[in-house]
């Protein structure tokens, strides 16, 4: 970012994850049948990237992300790919959908984690190679430490490797701190955190699940708050750093429910400069426990759903805006949908041009609120 560059968060901004478009959704299933070679998925998948960065720059967003087009999830593909964890059958709470249980794998820990190599730096690199020349901020995201053990909590976590916890979260702060070391080397100054456990540990089932798990819920928003902010230690000083939570979105399902007072202090102490955080239905109660955001930072209200395609009014977001304002300052607020389109390669039950419309009427809602 140069001098002339707000610090993220903007006012209009975005979670990350874009609708897979048909021909990039092709050539993976090509590609996963064995009959498509991986420089043609890399090549399919430069292409896709290139055009949703165009996009984005036309509606006026000055943050742009790669659609997360190259992944199959917003956190396995990254995960996966740490030293010492292994994807497995997830048992624990899953999403509801028309009936069904569905629940995509989940990261276990089963060596000494670590990063012995950079993770998504090159993916990072092409975006803001495509995105630079225009103007726009390249925004990377990745899941954020703590999701190595919300899903499995301490059984997911070897006890002959790690009999100690405070030995695995040391090493999990490490690993973090050289894969954003990576990113930061390739240039990356603003890098999300997607962190669903503090909006997921708002609810009693996922905290019954954790103690069932062999962990007390009451101590993981600090606990997890403690292992952001190691892993955010040798930061640049300009990378913006922001968290987002939810309570989910897999196929336009979500798993928790709940207001945020339980864990908004812990999720709060985080070295970031900002949090964008899901407000879109009653499911994550009321705008009060703002009221504990520091002084200096910024919270981007998810106000705008990804999990339908009915577009919001400008005057109904201008509303809550309004309602956000009388407990935290509107210098502090900005606007965004309350997740992504496609955690997973899925995608959600809404069309492309619902997803561009929605980010379209972010942009015109933040600038008519902010100018």
Not at 165 to 177: G, H, K, P, T
């Amino acid at each position: 970012m140069t001098a002339a560059t707000p610090r993220p968060p903007f006012r209009a901004d975005q979670v990350g994850s874009l609708l897979r478009p048909a021909a990039l959704a092709q050539a993976r299933a090509a590609f996963k049948r064995g009959d498509l070679a991986a420089p043609a998925l890399r090549e399919a998948e430069d292409q896709a990237v290139r055009e949703a960065v165009q996009r984005q720059i036309d509606l006026g967003l000055q943050a742009v992300t790669d659609g997360e087009y190259r992944r199959d999830w917003w956190h396995l593909d990254f995960l996966g790919q740490l030293d010492g964890v292994t994807l497995t059958e997830n048992s624990g709470q899953k999403f509801q959908i028309a009936g069904q249980s569905e629940q995509p794998p989940i990261a276990s820990v089963t060596g000494r984690v670590a990063c012995s190599g950079p993770i998504m730096a090159a993916d990072f690199a092409f975006l803001a190679a495509v995105a630079g020349p225009a103007g726009a901020v390249a925004k990377m995201t990745i899941p954020s430490p703590s999701m190595l053990h919300l899903r499995g909590g301490r059984a997911a976590v070897s006890r002959s490797v790690y009999p100690d916890l405070d030995a695995f979260w040391d090493d999990v702060a490490a690993a973090y701190r050289q894969a954003i070391a990576h990113l930061a080397a390739a240039g990356c100054r603003y890098l999300q955190l997607d962190d669903i456990s503090f909006a997921y540990l708002c609810d009693p089932k996922i905290r019954a699940n954790c103690l069932a798990n062999g962990d007390d819920p009451d101590r993981l928003p600090r606990r997890y708050a403690a292992v952001i902010n190691a892993a955010l230690a040798d930061r640049p000083a300009d990378m913006a750093v922001t968290i987002h939570t939810c309570r989910g979105n897999f196929k336009s399902a979500w798993v928790a429910e709940g207001g945020y007072d339980p864990v908004v202090e812990a999720m709060f102490s985080t070295d970031v400069d900002g949090y964008f955080m899901e407000f879109d239905s009653a499911r994550a109660g009321g705008f009060e426990p703002l009221r504990k955001l520091p002084p200096g930072k910024r919270v981007v209200l998810g106000l705008v759903t990804t999990k339908q395609g009915e577009l919001e009014s400008a005057d109904a977001l201008k509303r809550r805006i309004d309602e956000a304002a009388k407990i935290v300052p509107l210098e502090q607020l900005c606007l965004s949908p309350q997740c992504g389109f496609s955690s997973t390669h899925h995608g959600n039950a809404l069309s492309a041009d619902d997803q561009w419309r929605k980010l379209e009427r972010v942009v015109e809602v933040a600038r008519s609120v902010w100018g």
